[in-house]
């Protein structure tokens, strides 16, 4: 080939190659420019990012669940996780489940406090102890004069709602500050027997089958309990006397109370029968609202002979006239004011020296 002929070939074939190399570039090129157009590279461009970063400290409309960040020196919030419920956060909710009078915020108000023992599943024994203002002594020389004490229980029969219910409702009107009822100590023991009223149904016995009101250490349990169980109900279970006296942690515990306390009347609510009941010393009450005495007798173990016999010390037993339903307001408060009347006419003051 000759070199003419060699030039002329090369110079055909080099601009071929040159030219087609960027037939694709001008897509490319389009492309470029599109890309950057999202993000343009200026002053006016990295405001306009800045802006739409979220400040900080503070949640992006993205992500809401994110927390504030704290501010320096802020005390931090508690850490999300497992909250302590007191004794007495967990009974008054138990309570207000099962008794519709009484909310748990409303119990929880009451100022009940648990005991250093609980009952036999476990449940908390809770009372309140309310005593009357400090008042000082005007004329110097005489012997001061304590306040009387009463002693005021609910729910010694698990079963008997309203006996709880009603004892809930006085311990409410004691906190009104120009009631008669504040002249005098009380000690106020809503259920006495939580394990019955919480049971599913309510029953009268404790966890253990025992009637409390039939296990206190009269003189004759050992004689006649279980005799009279046996022969006088029949064998009822309802009102089995236990195997020995305080064998139950909520008697023991009740007993105790008496002891430590001294009061000078006991008040036990009961349902259904709708009458008023009396043991002991002092002039005996006629009525309560709508309920007439009516004196039952007194059963080996009950409370009525255990305090009203054995120690002395007046009993008085309210029998509400249904167990399951509460009385109506009106009378709720006419039993009450007549027993705080009967209180300040029977119940002599103590002097100590």
């Known amino acids: 080939m000759s070199r003419f002929a060699y030039v002329l070939l090369v110079s055909l074939l ?29 002053r006016s461009a990295g405001k306009a990012r800045a802006a739409k970063k979220p400040a900080p400290g503070h949640a992006t409309t993205a992500a ?78 005489k012997p001061s004069v304590r306040a009387r004490r009463i002693l005021l229980i609910g729910g010694i029969h698990g079963d008997e709602l309203t006996s709880a219910s009603i004892v809930f409702r006085w311990l409410q009107w004691l906190d009104e500050a120009d009631s008669e009822a504040r002249q005098y100590h009380w000690r106020v023991i809503p259920v006495a027997n939580p394990d019955g009223l919480l049971a599913n149904p309510p029953q009268r016995v404790n966890s253990h089958g025992v009637d409390l009101n039939r296990n206190f250490p009269t003189p004759d349990w050992e004689s006649d309990a279980q005799a009279y169980w046996a022969k006088k109900t029949g064998r009822d279970p309802r009102r089995f006397p236990g195997q020995k006296p305080m064998s139950e942690p909520e008697t023991r515990w009740l007993h105790d109370e008496i002891e430590k306390f001294q009061p000078d009347v006991v008040v036990s609510v009961h349902a259904p029968y709708g009458i008023l009941d009396y043991d002991g010393p002092a002039h005996q009450p006629r009525r309560f609202g709508h309920l007439d005495l009516n004196r039952l007798g007194i059963y080996p173990g009950s409370l009525g002979n255990y305090g009203g016999v054995h120690k002395n010390m007046p009993v008085i037993t309210i029998e509400l006239p249904n167990a399951t339903s509460m009385p109506p307001a009106k009378e709720q408060r006419e039993i009450w004011e007549d027993m705080l009347t009967w209180l300040r006419r029977n119940i002599a003051g103590k002097t100590t020296s």
Do not use: Y
């Not at 601009?15 to 590279?41: C, G, I, M």
């Not at 004794?87 to 119990?107: D, F, H, M, Q």
């Open 64 to 141: 809401p669940a994110r927390p504030a960040a704290a501010a320096p020196g802020a005390v931090k919030p508690a850490e999300a996780g497992p909250t302590t419920t007191s004794a007495s956060e967990n009974w008054c909710a138990a309570i207000g489940k099962r008794l519709g009078s009484v909310p748990p915020p409303l119990c929880n108000k009451l100022g009940l406090e648990p005991a250093a023992v609980v009952s036999g599943n476990g449940h908390a024994l809770m009372s309140r102890d309310i005593a009357p203002p400090t008042r000082k002594i005007a004329q110097a020389g």
């Open 14 to 42: 080099f601009p071929t190659f040159s030219s087609a190399t960027p037939v694709k570039e001008p897509a490319r090129t389009a492309k470029a420019p599109a890309s950057k157009a999202k993000v343009p590279h200026t």
